[in-house]
């Protein structure tokens, strides 16, 4: 159901000029998908800083890519109200973009984008079980209320029944009552 489409090269307009990235789909909103990757990047303590449509990770240490730092640019985008794609570019330094040429480097890179869709998609699993626990909590209270009404109405019809028998019973001593005065007129 969550199913993401595997990590695909791809091209990212970066400083001005189309660099080698590395992107992937998700079948989940783009809000999910960038507090997904919000939250992986607070875990690998690299902090962005938005630049020209694309988010920024300066000089950030992500051993399992490259044991120097490195720059990471990041950028999501909505495809449908259901679908959103995120598209990473990552250089040496300001204009040493990675290139097919950087073998080991682009290898943990595919390595790392795999395992960042497992991440994600634990993440939205993570959402939608909270989502449906809250939905759960949400019928349960409903589901007490709606008891709580009905031992109340079974309440008021029970005393409907006790007030229906008096008022029969008024009603029966009132016609023997009646039946009383009529004899005396006769």
């Not at 490195?70 to 570019?89: C, E, F, N």
């Not at 984008?113 to 497992?118: G, N, P, W």
Request: glycine fraction near 2%; hydrophobic fraction near 35%.
């Amino acid at each position: 159901m969550l199913k993401a489409q595997s990590v695909r090269e791809t091209r990212l307009n970066v400083l001005e000029s189309d660099r080698l990235a590395w992107s992937i789909e998700f079948n989940f909103e783009q809000k999910v998908l960038q507090d997904a990757w919000n939250k992986k990047a607070t875990e690998l303590n690299i902090k962005n800083k938005p630049t020209k449509g694309l988010d920024l990770y300066a000089t950030s240490l992500v051993p399992d890519v490259h044991f120097e730092p490195i720059d990471i640019y990041v950028k999501i985008d909505k495809l449908d109200k259901v679908r959103s794609s995120i598209t990473w570019s990552f250089s040496k330094g300001t204009t040493n973009f990675i290139t097919t040429e950087d073998a080991k480097i682009v290898q943990n890179i595919n390595h790392f984008l795999d395992k960042f869709i497992t991440y994600a998609e634990q993440y939205k699993l993570a959402l939608d079980i909270k989502d449906q626990e809250d939905a759960i909590k949400k019928a349960s209270k409903e589901n007490e209320k709606l008891i709580e009404e009905g031992k109340r109405l079974q309440e008021q019809i029970d005393k409907n029944k006790i007030d229906q028998e008096n008022k029969l019973k008024e009603i029966e001593a009132l016609n023997q009552g009646l039946e009383k005065l009529k004899l005396l007129v006769k």
